[in-house]
Nanobody, 120 residues
Framework: QVQLVESGGGLVQPGGSLRLSCAAS????????MGWYRQAPGKEREWVAT???????NYANSVKERFTISRDNVQNTVYLQMNSLKPEDTAVYYC??????????????WGEGTLVTVSS
């Protein structure tokens, strides 16, 4: 019904920047909140940032003031601008969306992830 595709990951030096994108496609009535999660090697998946349909935002303390989440409600795309990257930011980053796919059908979807590696 809905597909989420992330892009923008890669290798960056400490202190550098990357911008991740996640585009939603398929058949749906409305996308509510969208967010980013990440999973480092050997660790559990953790929440990074969320943005509502009204563009209200929330961030994990570990990324606040370094990362910025935004969205384009016309193209159904969410972004994560990542600045001042640290080695501990290294992880697979996953896009998430809360979606109304049909009347009384609220579903949660995940992208397949994009790898961010912060290393010198």
């Amino acid at each position: 019904q809905v597909q989420l595709v992330e892009s923008g990951g890669g290798l960056v030096q400490p202190g550098g920047s990357l911008r991740l994108s996640c585009a939603a496609s398929g058949k749906f009535f409305r996308i509510n909140a969208m967010g980013w999660y990440r999973q480092a090697p050997g660790k559990e998946r953790e929440w990074v940032a969320t943005i509502t349909s009204g563009r209200n935002t929330n961030y994990a303390n570990s990324v606040k003031e370094r990362f910025t989440i935004s969205r384009d409600n016309v193209q159904n795309t969410v972004y994560l601008q990542m600045n001042s990257l640290k080695p501990e930011d290294t992880a697979v980053y996953y896009c998430n969306a809360d979606v109304l796919t049909a009347p009384y059908s609220r579903m949660n979807y995940w992208g397949e992830g994009t790898l961010v590696t912060v290393s010198s």
